[in-house]
RNA sequence: GGACGAUUAGCUCAGUUGGCUAGAGCGCCUCGUUUACACCGAGGAUGUCGGGGGUUCGAAUCCCUCAUCGUCCACCA
């Protein structure tokens, strides 16, 4: 058999795939008895193609769940897609509006135009899977979910029925967060910020100056509010007043009330309660009128007098002016920084409005119809962490996560979109009805709005699970082990699992929240469209292969932090595989023997580091260090087995063992580069895939740490020599002679030999000569007539100095009898025989400068 | 305004509960094609661990403080 010289990814990976799916051995009814280890895979939305987020995300959940799949758990990692509401409507309609449709949703109408969407989403579904699988991600595809399918459905509908019932969902007319554009509410959540210049305009407001970045909303205000406690206005609060104003004369009065800042502009304001959230408030605590001035097209209602009709925002100048001429215009500050709200998927500008909307309440207490105690869900979600039933890692996102919920009022859940479960709620004159199953009988009318695309996937984690059926599947698999994600995505997602998994089945979603940072550009930079900065998965696929691409997203990683990507790092990746590849092919070329045969010294060495190595990647893999694991068994691979020990077999060889800790060593690499290790695995002519073979195991008696001491020094004696050679340029064509005076073993002298082209002679009297030692090794070097005495002496001169100071500081340091008398015995001992040995060797050294002059 | 994170070699980053003379990859320099690999091998250089203070026998690691960058939350009308 010959292998090819580089590993061609190319030719394996999507056979090696086909081959691990027609296994069956991604579904966990196919795998031996075992316990359950369950990740429901984050659904990507819909709305085209996977990023590098996603990769990530697929690459650590992949890692976790092959590991535990080779440790014999019946490991299901559930796939499945998010229909992801507006921004796949958003994206639709650009997509049309493109394609000559000015209006997609008024020329097309409901029917066809969410057929459209249905076509998209499903053409996006296929891309998805395709790349998800690319990735090498071992997913139960025949368990696939999608938000908006049909059991989906009958989860999210139950759901809603029992939160109605439970008044927990009611109906309310309150200012929300509109989107002109989408032409939707949206959660407080789905609200960006964005800093914006603009005016700010400071407006003679009967006896008080008032400012506002938006005179378009001021239109009904007869409200001023001042801080109880401001001088300024103490015999005017409770006053009214006759007020002259945009539309003549308005009826003023002021109250009092801490939401007033002294230090802000004059220290008084009007509130606008139809809005603004925050007077929105206000006005409900004191009991004002909310009138709704600007309508769902951002235009002026009749409340706006002679104004109706027009563009709220573009008539800003316009009432301005007005204002100017009746002299009501005090200043106008041209630099006013404040920060704009933005729709998250579409970036236009929120008009809060007020208008009837369903809502959970987060506050309100109820009888849990598990646990039958009275909590809230604000509650619920608190419990479920404070009580470590979830860990959330790194943990200071617990920190994070409570401040959220602190601040979190009523979750506004229906949108006005039309991609998404219509609300299960339908309308009969004055009877109203909820449910899963449409009402009986004629003439009733479905609730026309749609719900948030969080309420649907925060039900993932069991809705997928068949939910609320109780299957075998949601006994045996639910709560799920692991939610690994983007931190980004906490509140807007794991936060809303947490609520809905609690409330509706009465335990938590999942035990354990990893969270990934984002990927960014070199520069740290976002990866974006218009920055033209994004690296496309599939592109370095193609030219690195999975497996680098894998490695270059985890290693050097911390969760919850951001990392860079770019394309030097995947190639050195890439590099990696293919030293994999080639390790392995020396190693398959060696015909192994049945003979036993004496272990030899490097033999004892690479099974005790294997043992080290075994148990650390699996405890660093345990604890979510994931670039840990990946890390050392990298080093292992290449610099132990490759560097030391193959080189050693090529004059000791043991075939035999060398192929076992290959075996071993593929293992502990495979959950990271799955591809490369099961080529290589069927090369060894394995029957049983590497994808479910059992993890190695160690214990600490499999280790030698004697041996690997002793293994270190004869490294350290050979690298010494190396050094020699690189210092004097001698070259490896010319064999050097060296004499011991110590007894050295034929195996480790034939070591050096081989190690360092070196050949062990008798004794030489030469001045050129020099010593090369470590605690157990001493060797006399001739250098012949190679050195260059002067510049040798400068050397080691410069040597001496340096180890002079270090000897000195360490002395002083167990001099000093607060360390001696506090420090564990072990670090003192440790200090001393470092001492030792470095006056030792400082002696030698003192020793070859005078041989030398 | 509040919270959090980052600041370690030229670059990108590790560094678990304080403890061997602080590490890796890339890049750079020198040498080298020895029956796996030039996507390679052998070696080398480069760090007041952001600044200042403190705790400790001992600090990259813990505490205080300042600075710079970044993120999230809240939001002043």
């Avoid at 598990?370 to 608190?382: A, C, F, R, Y």
């Avoid at 894998?550 to 293919?578: H, Q």
């Amino acid at each position: 058999m010959t292998l090819p010289k580089a590993y061609e990814w190319k030719e394996h990976e999507d056979k090696i795939y086909q081959s691990w799916e027609d296994s069956g051995m991604f579904n966990p009814d196919n795998l031996p008895d075992g316990e359950p280890y369950t990740i429901a895979l984050p659904p990507p939305n819909v709305t085209g193609t996977l990023h590098l987020g996603h990769a990530v995300m697929l690459a650590i959940e992949d890692v976790m769940i092959r590991y535990q799949r080779m440790q014999g758990k019946k490991a299901l990692w559930i796939p499945g897609t998010d229909h992801a509401g507006i921004a796949t409507q958003t994206k639709v309609e650009k997509i049309l509006i493109k394609e000559g449709i000015a209006d997609p949703r008024h020329e097309l109408g409901r029917e066809a135009f969410l057929k459209r969407v249905e076509e998209f989403a499903a053409e996006s579904h296929d891309t998805i899977v395709n790349q998800a699988k690319k990735m090498g991600a071992s997913l139960d595809w025949s368990r696939e979910a999608y938000t908006f399918d049909e059991a989906r459905s009958k989860a999210v509908k139950t759901v809603f029925k029992m939160m109605y019932e439970d008044d927990l969902i009611y109906k309310g007319d309150r200012v929300v967060n509109w989107c002109p554009r989408c032409k939707s509410t949206l959660s407080d959540d789905e609200v960006e910020y964005r800093e914006e210049k603009s005016k700010f305009y400071y407006f003679k407001y009967g006896p008080v100056i008032i400012g506002t970045a938006r005179p378009e909303t001021k239109f009904l205000d007869k409200t001023i509010i001042v801080h109880p406690a401001d001088e300024r206005y103490q015999d005017m609060i409770g006053k009214e007043f006759d007020v002259e104003w945009i539309d003549g004369k308005v009826a003023a009065n002021m109250i009092a009330d801490e939401a007033a800042d002294k230090d802000f502009g004059s220290g008084a304001m009007t509130i606008t309660p139809g809005h603004s959230m925050v007077d929105f408030e206000l006005a409900k605590k004191h009991d004002l009128p909310i009138v709704k001035i600007i309508d769902e097209d951002g235009n002026f209602t009749k409340a706006a007098g002679e104004f109706a009709g027009k563009n709220a925002r573009e008539s800003r100048d316009e009432i301005v002016a007005r204002l100017q001429e009746k002299g009501l215009v005090d200043r106008i500050d041209e630099d006013y920084v404040h920060n704009l709200s933005i729709c998250y998927r579409c970036d236009s500008a929120i008009e809060p409005l007020p208008k009837i909307q369903w809502f959970i309440d987060v506050n309100k207490k109820f009888k849990h119809h598990v646990s039958g105690k009275e909590v809230s869900l604000k509650q619920l979600m608190q419990e479920a962490v404070k009580s470590d039933d979830i860990q959330i890692i790194p943990d200071r996102f617990n920190k994070i996560y409570f401040h959220w919920i602190d601040n979190l009022r009523d979750w506004n859940i229906s949108r006005q979109i039309w991609y998404g479960h219509r609300v299960p709620v339908w309308y009969k004159g004055d009877e109203i009805y909820v449910g899963v199953e449409e009402p009986a009988g004629e003439g009733w009318e479905q609730d026309p709005d749609t719900l948030d695309t969080w309420f649907s996937s925060g039900l993932w984690t069991f809705s997928t699970l068949g939910w609320p059926d109780k299957t075998e599947d949601y006994k045996m698999f639910h709560p799920t082990n692991v939610l690994e994600t983007g931190y980004d995505i906490l509140f807007f997602w794991v936060a809303r699992m947490i609520l809905m998994t609690t409330y509706a089945v009465g335990d938590v979603p999942f035990k354990n929240v990893y969270l990934h940072g984002l990927v960014r550009d070199k520069d740290g930079r976002k990866m974006s469209k218009s920055l033209d900065n994004a690296i496309d998965p599939l592109d370095m696929i193609e030219k690195y292969g999975t497996d680098a691409l894998r490695l270059a997203l985890m290693v050097g990683t911390t969760p919850g932090n951001d990392s860079r990507l770019y394309e030097e790092k995947i190639a050195g990746y890439r590099n990696f595989v293919n030293k994999i590849w080639n390790v392995s092919r020396y190693v398959l070329l060696q015909e192994v023997g049945d003979q036993i045969k004496e272990e030899s010294l490097a033999d004892k060495w690479i099974k005790s580091r294997l043992a080290d190595v075994i148990n650390k990647v699996t405890a660093d893999i345990e604890n979510y260090r994931f670039s840990a694991a990946a890390e050392l068994a990298y080093d292992f691979l290449w610099h132990e087995f490759a560097d030391w020990y193959v080189e050693i077999t090529k004059f000791q060889p043991n075939p035999l063992l060398a192929q076992e800790v290959l075996e071993t060593t593929l293992k502990l690499l495979h959950p990271f580069v799955p591809f490369v290790t099961e080529v290589l695995w069927q090369e060894l002519g394995k029957e049983q895939m590497l994808l479910i073979s059992e993890w190695p195991q160690a214990s600490e008696i499999d280790r030698d740490k004697k041996m690997e001491k002793e293994f270190a020094l004869l490294q350290d004696i050979v690298i010494q020599i190396r050094n020699l050679r690189g210092q004097y340029k001698i070259s490896y064509a010319k064999q050097i002679s060296v004499y011991s005076a110590n007894n050295i073993s034929p195996q480790v002298r034939e070591i050096i030999e081989k190690l360092c082209k070196v050949d062990f002679g008798d004794k030489i009297k030469d001045s050129a000569s020099t010593e090369i030692t470590n605690a157990k090794y001493s060797l006399t070097i001739n250098l012949g007539d190679v050195i260059d005495v002067v510049a040798e002496q400068k050397r080691l001169q410069k040597e001496i100095d340096k180890l002079n100071g270090y000897v000195i500081g360490l002395e002083k340091k167990l001099g000093n009898e607060s360390y001696t008398g506090n420090a564990p015995a072990d670090v003192v001992e440790r200090d001393k025989k470092n001492l030792a040995e470095k006056k030792e060797t400082l002696t030698i050294l003192r020793e070859s400068f005078e041989a030398l002059s």
